[in-house]
Structures are given as structure tokens and as C-alpha cells.
T-cell receptor
């Protein structure tokens, strides 16, 4: 099994629908992150969490919410999806300061 | 604010040729620096990282990078490119001095390899 698993891999949804992207990890890392990737813009941070009780907004959190259900699970929700949220979404984990990230394979979300 | 610039959006090299991908960062203190590679349809994989010490760091797949404080650069190099190196490459800097381990990513450089 992959260290960081994202579900679904691909999703098409309609404008106004609520959608949840899920992330689970077997790394045992406390720190988890959600990024979105857009062509020409690189990766931008949406939310991050240090543990179940510590959740923080990133640079582009508007329109998104998160839930850290357990150390291993970190979900991203779009309460009312809009077309400009069409993107590739990545979950990542980290051991901590000075360490790099372990990324999931991504969720490609299309909002029509 | 911290930032990362990758000046080259797209680079094409011939197989067997040398490669250098440029990365410039903006950060007041000694940065944490990373290079990641993304193959089509895949997540990002860590190639190498720099925190302190020797300014020339070795990574996986034969890549290396050199930290140059005077130029605020952390360029990625490979002496001989293989067709399997075709991918998108991202440079990243650790924000907030690494306390939160948030990474700021560049916009990426797409590498194509000609036979």
C-alpha cells in the first residue's frame, strides 16, 4: 500500500455540490498538508495540520474546509464547488521541521 | 515574504546531455531548500534537500544541487540526462524558518528529453 493514499483519484462534480477529498497515511507523521496544483502556478497551500486539534489556514483557504479525524486521516471539503476550483489536489505528510514531504498521488477534480 | 522563482517554464535537452535547472529564492535567513520531481500522473517525489553544511548536495537518480547564498540560488544539475528524466521539476523553500514546515513551491520547469 502507498504511504499516503488519496481518494478519489478523479472526480467530476457540478457547480454548487459539496465534495470531500480524503487522505490517509501510514507514515505515522503528525503534520499533514493540502495543496492544489494549477498549470503555471505550481503548488499552493490550502490547509495544514500539526495534530488532530491543530488546524491552520494556508494561503488559499477560502471556499475550503478540512477535518483531521485522526492522526492518519485528513479530509478536504469543498462546501459549494465552483469551476475555478478545478485543479489537481495533493495531500502530503511530514515528519517535522527540516524534513521534506511525502505526497499522495493526487486527486484530479473537475467542477462543471 | 518568502518566494521561489523558476525562470524556465520549459526546457528540452538531448539524451546524454547535461542539465541545469535554475531556482532562485527570496528568504532572509538560511533557507531550507528542496527539489521535487513529478512524473506524469504521479505525485511529487523528493530528489534532494539542503539545510546546512556542504553547499553541494547529492540526491537520488544522479541529481545534485548547489546552494549559492550570494546568488540566492539552488540550481539542480545532472551530468547526463536519461529519457526517463522527462518530468516536471519543482523547487521549494521552507517558509517561516522551518517552524511550520510549510513549503513554498516554484511554478515548475517541464523537462523534455529528445532521443
Amino acid at each position: 500500500d502507498a504511504d499516503v493514499t488519496q481518494t478519489p483519484r478523479n472526480r467530476i462534480t457540478k457547480t454548487g455540490k459539496r465534495i470531500m477529498l480524503e487522505c490517509s497515511q501510514t507514515k505515522g507523521h503528525d503534520r499533514m498538508y493540502w495543496y492544489r496544483q494549477d498549470p503555471g502556478l505550481g503548488l499552493r497551500l490550502i490547509y495544514y495540520s500539526f495534530d488532530v486539534k491543530d488546524i491552520n489556514k494556508g494561503e488559499i483557504s477560502d471556499g475550503y474546509s478540512v477535518s483531521r479525524q485522526a492522526q492518519a486521516k485528513f479530509s478536504l471539503s469543498l462546501e459549494s464547488a465552483i469551476p475555478n476550483q478545478t485543479a489537481l489536489y495533493f495531500c502530503a505528510t511530514s515528519r517535522g521541521r527540516g524534513y521534506g514531504y511525502t505526497f499522495g498521488s493526487g486527486t484530479r477534480l473537475t467542477v462543471v | 515574504a518568502q518566494s521561489v522563482t523558476q525562470p524556465d517554464i520549459h526546457i528540452t535537452v538531448s539524451e546524454g546531455a547535461s542539465l541545469e535547472l535554475r531556482c532562485n529564492y527570496s528568504y532572509g535567513a538560511t533557507p531550507y531548500l528542496f527539489w521535487y520531481v513529478q512524473s506524469p500522473g504521479q505525485g511529487l517525489q523528493l530528489l534532494l534537500k539542503y539545510f546546512s553544511g556542504d553547499t553541494l548536495v547529492q540526491g537520488i537518480k544522479g541529481f545534485e544541487a548547489e546552494f549559492k547564498r550570494s546568488q540566492s540560488s539552488f540550481n539542480l544539475r545532472k551530468p547526463s540526462v536519461h529519457w526517463s528524466d522527462a518530468a516536471e521539476y519543482f523547487c521549494a523553500v521552507g517558509a517561516d524558518g522551518g517552524a511550520t514546515n510549510k513549503l513554498i513551491f516554484g511554478t515548475g520547469t517541464l523537462l523534455a528529453v529528445q532521443p
